[in-house]
């Protein structure tokens, strides 16, 4: 979406049946996808935060998170070093999630 404006990232996701992202800032552009979207969120497998899910349930989005496969962190690590560490999709948990929801 970088780059984008807010009209067009909004129509981007408009008329999504499915949407695939990272977590992040970006993603909430859900409340432009429609109420019946499924939603699949690559999550951080150190750091789960529930923002997306919770936004999604209160639209009726269906909502699949897929942790990543990154090492598991010592909790001595900071915030920082988290949100700054790469995501490992799980590809696998990935395609279960999309056969799951029923969009593949």
Same mark, same amino acid.
């Given at each position: 979406?970088?780059?984008?404006?807010? $009209?067009?990232?909004?129509?981007?996701?408009?008329?999504a049946?499915?949407?695939?992202?990272?977590?992040?800032?970006?993603?909430?552009?859900?409340?432009?996808?429609?109420?019946?979207?499924?939603?699949?969120?690559?999550?951080? $497998?150190?750091?789960?935060?529930?923002?997306?899910?919770? *936004?999604c349930?209160?639209?009726?989005? $269906?909502?699949?998170?897929?942790?990543?496969?990154?090492?598991?962190?010592?909790?001595?690590?900071?915030?920082?070093?988290l949100?700054?560490?790469?995501?490992?999709?799980?590809?696998?948990? *990935? *395609?279960?999630?999309?056969?799951?929801?029923g969009? $593949?």
């Open positions: 979406m970088d780059g984008r404006s807010i $009209r067009e990232q909004a129509a981007v996701v408009a008329g049946e499915c949407v695939v992202a990272v977590h992040g800032v970006a993603m909430a552009n859900l409340v432009f996808a429609p109420a019946d979207a499924t939603v699949v969120e690559l999550v951080y $497998r150190n750091w789960p935060i529930t923002l997306y899910r919770d *936004l349930r209160t639209i009726g989005q $269906r909502y699949h998170a897929v942790p990543g496969r990154e090492p598991t962190l010592w909790r001595a690590f900071s915030t920082p070093a949100i700054d560490a790469d995501t490992v999709v799980d590809v696998d948990a *990935l *395609l279960t999630a999309l056969d799951a929801a969009v $593949r």
